[in-house]
Protein backbone atom coordinates (compact mmCIF):
# COMPACT_ATOMS: atom_id res chain seq x y z
CA UNK A 1 0.00 0.00 0.00
CA UNK A 2 1.38 3.16 -0.67
CA UNK A 3 1.77 5.44 2.46
CA UNK A 4 1.99 9.48 1.02
CA UNK A 5 0.70 12.15 3.18
CA UNK A 6 -0.49 15.97 1.89
CA UNK A 7 -0.58 19.59 3.53
CA UNK A 8 -3.37 19.30 5.32
CA UNK A 9 -4.48 21.89 8.52
CA UNK A 10 -6.27 19.91 10.59
CA UNK A 11 -8.54 21.30 13.62
CA UNK A 12 -9.58 19.42 16.49
CA UNK A 13 -13.01 18.10 17.47
CA UNK A 14 -14.70 17.51 21.06
CA UNK A 15 -18.05 16.13 20.51
CA UNK A 16 -21.29 17.31 22.59
CA UNK A 17 -24.50 16.83 20.67
CA UNK A 18 -26.16 19.34 23.11
CA UNK A 19 -23.76 22.30 23.71
CA UNK A 20 -23.36 24.73 20.87
CA UNK A 21 -20.37 26.26 21.89
CA UNK A 22 -18.68 25.63 25.10
CA UNK A 23 -15.75 24.10 24.05
CA UNK A 24 -13.72 27.09 23.48
CA UNK A 25 -11.28 27.16 26.01
CA UNK A 26 -8.45 28.55 27.44
CA UNK A 27 -5.22 26.99 28.43
CA UNK A 28 -2.47 28.25 29.93
CA UNK A 29 -0.62 26.15 26.94
CA UNK A 30 -2.86 24.21 24.84
CA UNK A 31 -1.88 21.00 22.61
CA UNK A 32 -3.59 23.01 19.74
CA UNK A 33 -1.64 24.39 17.26
CA UNK A 34 -1.07 25.49 13.85
CA UNK A 35 1.97 24.52 11.67
CA UNK A 36 3.05 25.93 7.99
CA UNK A 37 6.22 25.20 5.67
CA UNK A 38 7.79 28.62 4.28
CA UNK A 39 9.40 28.06 0.84
CA UNK A 40 13.07 27.54 2.36
CA UNK A 41 11.49 24.46 3.87
CA UNK A 42 11.88 25.67 7.74
CA UNK A 43 8.64 24.76 9.80
CA UNK A 44 6.54 27.78 11.53
CA UNK A 45 4.50 26.69 14.65
CA UNK A 46 1.71 29.21 16.34
CA UNK A 47 0.39 27.95 19.80
CA UNK A 48 -1.30 29.68 22.69
CA UNK A 49 0.59 30.05 26.36
CA UNK A 50 -0.63 32.39 29.22
CA UNK A 51 -2.96 34.55 27.16
CA UNK A 52 -0.30 34.83 23.97
CA UNK A 53 0.10 33.52 20.41
CA UNK A 54 3.48 32.47 20.58
CA UNK A 55 5.34 31.85 17.16
CA UNK A 56 8.82 29.54 16.61
CA UNK A 57 10.39 28.28 13.56
CA UNK A 58 12.35 25.04 13.26
CA UNK A 59 15.27 24.71 10.97
CA UNK A 60 15.56 20.69 11.17
CA UNK A 61 11.97 19.55 10.63
CA UNK A 62 10.70 20.13 14.02
CA UNK A 63 13.47 18.61 16.24
CA UNK A 64 14.37 21.93 17.78
CA UNK A 65 12.20 25.48 17.58
CA UNK A 66 13.50 29.07 18.06
CA UNK A 67 12.61 30.76 21.35
CA UNK A 68 8.71 31.63 20.24
CA UNK A 69 8.07 35.53 19.59
CA UNK A 70 4.86 36.85 20.87
CA UNK A 71 2.43 38.01 18.33
CA UNK A 72 -0.04 40.30 20.65
CA UNK A 73 1.75 42.21 23.02
CA UNK A 74 -1.49 42.46 25.03
CA UNK A 75 -2.41 39.25 26.88
CA UNK A 76 -6.08 37.81 26.29
CA UNK A 77 -8.63 34.71 26.35
CA UNK A 78 -7.73 33.35 23.24
CA UNK A 79 -9.26 29.95 21.91
CA UNK A 80 -7.10 26.92 21.85
CA UNK A 81 -8.56 23.98 21.86
CA UNK A 82 -10.76 21.82 19.14
CA UNK A 83 -12.23 23.17 16.52
CA UNK A 84 -10.93 26.86 17.67
CA UNK A 85 -7.20 27.38 17.57
CA UNK A 86 -4.89 30.25 16.08
CA UNK A 87 -4.22 29.97 11.93
CA UNK A 88 -0.33 30.47 10.45
CA UNK A 89 0.12 31.13 7.12
CA UNK A 90 3.62 31.80 4.91
CA UNK A 91 3.59 33.88 2.11
CA UNK A 92 5.89 33.02 -1.35
CA UNK A 93 7.87 35.95 0.04
CA UNK A 94 7.96 34.95 3.73
CA UNK A 95 5.42 36.94 5.45
CA UNK A 96 3.97 34.90 8.35
CA UNK A 97 0.07 35.96 8.94
CA UNK A 98 -1.64 34.45 11.85
CA UNK A 99 -5.13 35.00 12.92
CA UNK A 100 -7.23 33.73 16.26
CA UNK A 101 -10.34 34.05 18.47
CA UNK A 102 -10.29 36.18 21.28
CA UNK A 103 -12.86 35.11 23.66
CA UNK A 104 -14.69 38.39 25.36
CA UNK A 105 -16.68 38.49 28.45
CA UNK A 106 -20.33 37.59 26.81
CA UNK A 107 -20.72 34.00 26.45
CA UNK A 108 -19.91 32.65 23.12
CA UNK A 109 -18.81 36.20 21.93
CA UNK A 110 -15.31 36.82 20.15
CA UNK A 111 -13.44 38.94 18.10
CA UNK A 112 -11.56 37.67 15.13
CA UNK A 113 -7.40 38.72 14.94
CA UNK A 114 -4.90 39.28 12.21
CA UNK A 115 -1.11 39.87 12.95
CA UNK A 116 1.54 39.35 10.31
CA UNK A 117 5.54 39.54 10.21
CA UNK A 118 7.18 41.06 7.35
CA UNK A 119 10.59 40.73 8.48
CA UNK A 120 10.50 36.58 8.71
CA UNK A 121 9.12 36.29 12.12
CA UNK A 122 11.70 38.56 14.52
CA UNK A 123 8.68 40.88 15.03
CA UNK A 124 4.83 41.05 14.54
CA UNK A 125 3.25 44.28 13.56
CA UNK A 126 0.25 45.46 15.98
CA UNK A 127 -2.45 43.23 15.29
CA UNK A 128 -5.89 44.72 14.32
CA UNK A 129 -9.33 43.22 14.44
CA UNK A 130 -10.40 41.96 10.80
CA UNK A 131 -14.60 42.81 10.85
CA UNK A 132 -15.90 46.34 11.09
CA UNK A 133 -18.93 44.82 13.02
CA UNK A 134 -17.47 45.71 17.20
CA UNK A 135 -20.66 44.28 18.36
CA UNK A 136 -19.41 41.84 21.96
CA UNK A 137 -21.39 39.05 19.59
CA UNK A 138 -19.90 35.50 17.91
CA UNK A 139 -17.45 36.15 15.94
CA UNK A 140 -15.77 32.87 16.14
CA UNK A 141 -13.92 29.78 14.62
CA UNK A 142 -12.05 31.78 11.97
CA UNK A 143 -10.51 29.75 9.34
CA UNK A 144 -7.03 31.60 6.95
CA UNK A 145 -6.13 30.96 3.32
CA UNK A 146 -3.53 32.42 1.34
CA UNK A 147 -3.87 32.13 -2.50
CA UNK A 148 -1.33 31.66 -4.73
CA UNK A 149 -1.42 35.22 -5.88
CA UNK A 150 -1.38 36.26 -1.80
CA UNK A 151 -4.31 37.46 -1.43
CA UNK A 152 -5.53 36.66 1.43
CA UNK A 153 -8.91 35.46 2.72
CA UNK A 154 -10.72 35.15 6.43
CA UNK A 155 -13.83 33.27 7.47
CA UNK A 156 -15.39 32.98 10.46
CA UNK A 157 -18.62 32.30 12.27
CA UNK A 158 -20.89 34.85 13.01
CA UNK A 159 -24.06 36.33 14.84
CA UNK A 160 -24.96 39.39 13.86
CA UNK A 161 -28.04 38.32 11.95
CA UNK A 162 -29.21 35.72 14.53
CA UNK A 163 -29.48 39.14 17.00
CA UNK A 164 -30.87 41.57 14.22
CA UNK A 165 -33.83 38.57 13.59
CA UNK A 166 -34.60 38.27 16.98
CA UNK A 167 -34.81 42.19 17.38
CA UNK A 168 -36.85 42.01 14.41
CA UNK A 169 -38.97 39.07 15.88
CA UNK A 170 -38.24 37.16 12.91
CA UNK A 171 -36.99 33.36 12.53
CA UNK A 172 -33.48 32.37 11.83
CA UNK A 173 -31.53 29.53 12.23
CA UNK A 174 -28.03 28.88 13.66
CA UNK A 175 -25.21 31.80 12.85
CA UNK A 176 -24.05 32.99 9.35
CA UNK A 177 -20.58 32.65 7.76
CA UNK A 178 -18.72 35.70 6.97
CA UNK A 179 -15.76 36.65 5.22
CA UNK A 180 -13.03 39.16 4.61
CA UNK A 181 -9.98 39.62 1.90
CA UNK A 182 -6.83 41.74 2.11
CA UNK A 183 -5.24 42.35 -1.26
CA UNK A 184 -2.08 44.36 -0.06
CA UNK A 185 -1.03 41.39 2.09
CA UNK A 186 -2.43 41.95 5.18
CA UNK A 187 -2.34 46.18 5.48
CA UNK A 188 -5.63 45.98 5.41
CA UNK A 189 -8.81 44.07 4.90
CA UNK A 190 -12.24 44.93 2.48
CA UNK A 191 -14.85 45.16 4.90
CA UNK A 192 -16.33 41.49 5.70
CA UNK A 193 -18.93 40.49 3.57
CA UNK A 194 -21.96 37.34 4.32
CA UNK A 195 -21.39 34.20 2.35
CA UNK A 196 -24.19 32.27 3.80
CA UNK A 197 -26.60 32.42 5.97
CA UNK A 198 -27.88 29.25 8.50
CA UNK A 199 -24.20 27.84 9.22
CA UNK A 200 -23.79 25.72 12.26
CA UNK A 201 -22.32 27.66 15.42
CA UNK A 202 -19.33 26.46 16.27
CA UNK A 203 -17.99 23.88 13.84
CA UNK A 204 -14.87 24.84 11.67
CA UNK A 205 -14.92 26.14 8.18
CA UNK A 206 -12.87 24.03 5.44
CA UNK A 207 -11.03 25.92 2.78
CA UNK A 208 -9.23 25.04 -0.20
CA UNK A 209 -8.51 27.10 -3.82
CA UNK A 210 -9.60 26.24 -7.06
CA UNK A 211 -6.42 25.87 -9.72
CA UNK A 212 -7.36 29.67 -10.72
CA UNK A 213 -7.02 30.64 -7.12
CA UNK A 214 -10.62 31.31 -5.90
CA UNK A 215 -11.38 30.14 -2.40
CA UNK A 216 -14.27 27.72 -1.93
CA UNK A 217 -15.65 26.89 1.43
CA UNK A 218 -17.60 24.10 3.32
CA UNK A 219 -18.99 24.42 6.29
CA UNK A 220 -22.27 22.71 8.27
CA UNK A 221 -25.18 24.09 7.85
CA UNK A 222 -28.50 24.20 9.30
CA UNK A 223 -30.90 23.47 6.90
CA UNK A 224 -35.01 22.74 7.28
CA UNK A 225 -36.09 21.18 10.12
CA UNK A 226 -32.65 21.09 11.96
CA UNK A 227 -31.17 19.31 9.59
CA UNK A 228 -27.19 19.61 10.00
CA UNK A 229 -25.62 18.57 6.45
CA UNK A 230 -23.44 20.77 4.96
CA UNK A 231 -22.76 23.37 2.31
CA UNK A 232 -20.11 24.45 -0.35
CA UNK A 233 -19.87 27.48 -1.83
CA UNK A 234 -17.42 29.68 -3.71
CA UNK A 235 -15.65 33.02 -2.25
CA UNK A 236 -16.89 36.04 -4.61
CA UNK A 237 -14.37 37.92 -6.08
CA UNK A 238 -14.56 41.22 -3.74
CA UNK A 239 -13.43 43.61 -7.24
CA UNK A 240 -16.50 45.81 -7.53
CA UNK A 241 -16.19 45.30 -10.92
CA UNK A 242 -16.93 41.68 -10.87
CA UNK A 243 -19.83 41.84 -7.97
CA UNK A 244 -20.60 38.03 -8.14
CA UNK A 245 -23.29 37.30 -5.35
CA UNK A 246 -22.74 34.18 -3.56
CA UNK A 247 -24.17 30.31 -4.71
CA UNK A 248 -23.89 28.14 -1.70
CA UNK A 249 -24.67 24.35 -2.91
CA UNK A 250 -25.82 21.51 -0.59
CA UNK A 251 -22.45 19.52 -0.11
CA UNK A 252 -24.32 16.40 2.08
CA UNK A 253 -27.03 14.26 2.17
CA UNK A 254 -27.28 12.65 5.21
CA UNK A 255 -29.98 14.48 6.78
CA UNK A 256 -28.57 14.10 10.23
CA UNK A 257 -31.53 16.18 12.93
CA UNK A 258 -29.98 17.61 15.94
CA UNK A 259 -30.31 20.72 17.91
CA UNK A 260 -26.80 21.46 18.61
CA UNK A 261 -23.66 22.11 17.02
CA UNK A 262 -21.57 18.63 16.75
CA UNK A 263 -18.31 20.43 17.07
CA UNK A 264 -17.36 18.65 13.71
CA UNK A 265 -16.60 20.51 10.60
CA UNK A 266 -15.21 19.19 7.55
CA UNK A 267 -12.50 18.59 5.01
CA UNK A 268 -12.04 19.57 1.85
CA UNK A 269 -9.35 19.42 -1.15
CA UNK A 270 -10.29 20.57 -4.42
CA UNK A 271 -9.90 17.44 -7.30
CA UNK A 272 -7.70 17.41 -10.09
CA UNK A 273 -4.67 19.91 -11.17
CA UNK A 274 -4.63 22.52 -13.79
CA UNK A 275 -7.16 22.50 -16.92
CA UNK A 276 -8.19 18.24 -15.40
CA UNK A 277 -10.04 20.44 -12.30
CA UNK A 278 -12.92 18.74 -11.88
CA UNK A 279 -14.53 19.33 -8.10
CA UNK A 280 -13.74 18.37 -5.02
CA UNK A 281 -13.24 16.02 -2.68
CA UNK A 282 -14.94 15.85 0.45
CA UNK A 283 -14.87 14.41 3.87
CA UNK A 284 -17.15 14.49 6.99
CA UNK A 285 -18.69 13.46 10.20
CA UNK A 286 -22.53 12.27 10.21
CA UNK A 287 -24.42 11.54 13.97
CA UNK A 288 -27.01 9.96 11.63
CA UNK A 289 -30.38 9.47 13.22
CA UNK A 290 -29.93 6.86 15.83
CA UNK A 291 -30.15 7.99 19.21
CA UNK A 292 -27.91 5.35 20.90
CA UNK A 293 -25.49 6.35 18.04
CA UNK A 294 -25.13 3.62 16.23
CA UNK A 295 -25.56 5.88 13.07
CA UNK A 296 -22.73 7.55 13.57
CA UNK A 297 -19.50 7.50 10.88
CA UNK A 298 -17.20 9.12 8.82
CA UNK A 299 -17.90 9.56 5.11
CA UNK A 300 -15.68 10.51 1.83
CA UNK A 301 -17.13 11.78 -1.44
CA UNK A 302 -16.46 13.61 -4.31
CA UNK A 303 -18.40 16.47 -5.64
CA UNK A 304 -17.95 17.57 -9.30
CA UNK A 305 -19.44 21.17 -8.38
CA UNK A 306 -22.73 20.29 -9.07
CA UNK A 307 -24.06 16.85 -8.70
CA UNK A 308 -22.33 13.64 -7.07
CA UNK A 309 -19.74 11.40 -9.09
CA UNK A 310 -19.70 8.68 -6.26
CA UNK A 311 -22.93 7.21 -4.83
CA UNK A 312 -23.12 6.42 -2.11
CA UNK A 313 -20.17 8.09 0.10
CA UNK A 314 -18.08 5.88 1.52
CA UNK A 315 -17.63 5.24 5.25
CA UNK A 316 -14.75 5.38 7.39
CA UNK A 317 -12.94 4.85 10.74
CA UNK A 318 -14.07 3.13 13.97
CA UNK A 319 -16.53 5.17 15.26
CA UNK A 320 -16.21 2.30 18.97
CA UNK A 321 -12.78 4.31 18.52
CA UNK A 322 -13.60 7.71 18.23
CA UNK A 323 -12.44 7.94 15.03
CA UNK A 324 -13.05 11.51 14.04
CA UNK A 325 -12.10 15.01 12.27
CA UNK A 326 -10.70 13.43 8.86
CA UNK A 327 -7.56 15.38 7.25
CA UNK A 328 -7.85 15.02 3.57
CA UNK A 329 -5.46 15.39 0.94
CA UNK A 330 -4.77 15.30 -2.70
CA UNK A 331 -1.36 14.41 -4.99
CA UNK A 332 -3.22 14.32 -8.53
CA UNK A 333 -5.17 11.22 -8.72
CA UNK A 334 -3.64 9.96 -5.44
CA UNK A 335 -6.50 11.03 -2.33
CA UNK A 336 -5.62 10.74 1.77
CA UNK A 337 -7.33 10.56 4.35
CA UNK A 338 -6.28 10.51 7.66
CA UNK A 339 -7.73 10.67 10.85
CA UNK A 340 -7.60 9.52 14.98
CA UNK A 341 -8.90 7.25 17.03
CA UNK A 342 -8.61 6.49 20.66
CA UNK A 343 -7.98 2.65 22.04
CA UNK A 344 -7.13 1.86 25.90
CA UNK A 345 -5.45 5.29 26.79
CA UNK A 346 -3.87 5.38 23.41
CA UNK A 347 -4.02 7.90 20.58
CA UNK A 348 -3.66 6.28 17.20
CA UNK A 349 -3.19 7.85 13.39
CA UNK A 350 -4.83 6.10 10.79
CA UNK A 351 -4.37 6.29 7.03
CA UNK A 352 -6.59 5.43 4.03
CA UNK A 353 -5.37 5.56 0.45
CA UNK A 354 -6.83 5.84 -3.28
CA UNK A 355 -4.46 6.05 -6.29
CA UNK A 356 -7.70 6.90 -8.77
CA UNK A 357 -9.07 10.38 -7.40
CA UNK A 358 -11.09 8.31 -4.71
CA UNK A 359 -12.88 6.07 -6.99
CA UNK A 360 -11.76 3.48 -5.44
CA UNK A 361 -9.99 3.29 -1.68
CA UNK A 362 -6.90 0.80 -0.80
CA UNK A 363 -7.89 -0.85 3.13
CA UNK A 364 -6.80 1.04 6.30
CA UNK A 365 -3.71 0.81 8.06
CA UNK A 366 -2.49 2.51 11.57
CA UNK A 367 0.55 4.78 11.23
CA UNK A 368 1.73 6.06 14.85
CA UNK A 369 0.29 4.89 18.41
CA UNK A 370 1.14 7.49 21.47
CA UNK A 371 0.15 7.08 24.95
CA UNK A 372 -1.96 9.43 26.62
CA UNK A 373 -3.82 12.79 24.92
CA UNK A 374 -2.74 13.91 21.29
CA UNK A 375 -3.57 16.80 19.12
CA UNK A 376 -5.48 16.16 15.59
CA UNK A 377 -2.46 15.39 12.86
CA UNK A 378 -1.32 18.00 9.90
CA UNK A 379 -0.30 16.30 6.89
CA UNK A 380 2.21 18.89 5.29
CA UNK A 381 4.70 18.62 2.25
CA UNK A 382 7.69 20.53 2.13
CA UNK A 383 8.98 20.18 -1.69
CA UNK A 384 8.82 17.01 -2.81
CA UNK A 385 9.08 15.40 0.67
CA UNK A 386 6.21 14.42 3.09
CA UNK A 387 5.84 14.69 6.88
CA UNK A 388 3.24 13.64 8.97
CA UNK A 389 3.03 16.19 11.84
CA UNK A 390 1.18 15.42 15.17
CA UNK A 391 1.62 17.37 18.97
CA UNK A 392 1.42 14.87 21.77
CA UNK A 393 1.66 15.20 25.32
CA UNK A 394 3.60 12.97 26.48
CA UNK A 395 6.12 12.79 23.45
CA UNK A 396 5.84 16.58 22.52
CA UNK A 397 6.04 17.05 18.58
CA UNK A 398 6.47 14.46 16.00
CA UNK A 399 7.46 15.13 12.47
CA UNK A 400 8.03 12.09 10.37
CA UNK A 401 9.40 11.93 6.77
CA UNK A 402 7.55 9.73 4.35
CA UNK A 403 8.48 8.37 1.71
CA UNK A 404 6.05 5.96 -0.82
CA UNK A 405 6.45 1.91 -0.06
CA UNK A 406 4.29 -0.73 -0.49
CA UNK A 407 2.89 -2.41 2.65
Request: hydrophobic residues 40%.
Amino acid sequence: MIKNLLILCLAGFVFNAHAHEDHTKHQKAALAISLAFDAQGNLWRASVQDGFVMVGVSRDSGKTFSTPVKANLVPHKIGADGEARPKIAVSSEGYIYLTWTEALKKPFSGYIWFARSIDAGRTFETPYIVHRDRDEITHRFDSLNVAADGKITVTWVDKRDLIAAKAANKPYDGAAIYYAVSNNKGESFIPEQKLADSSCECCRIALTNKPDGTVVAMWRHVFAGSERDHMIAEIPNMSPAINKAPAPKRATFGRWKIDGCPHHGAALASGGEGKSWWGYHMAWFDGGNDDAGRDATLFYGRMDGEAWVSSPPKKFGNMARQAGHPALATIGENVWLAWREKNAGKSQIWVMHSGDEGKSWEAAYMLLEVDGMADYPVLMQKEKQLFLVWNTDKEALKVLALSPHTQ
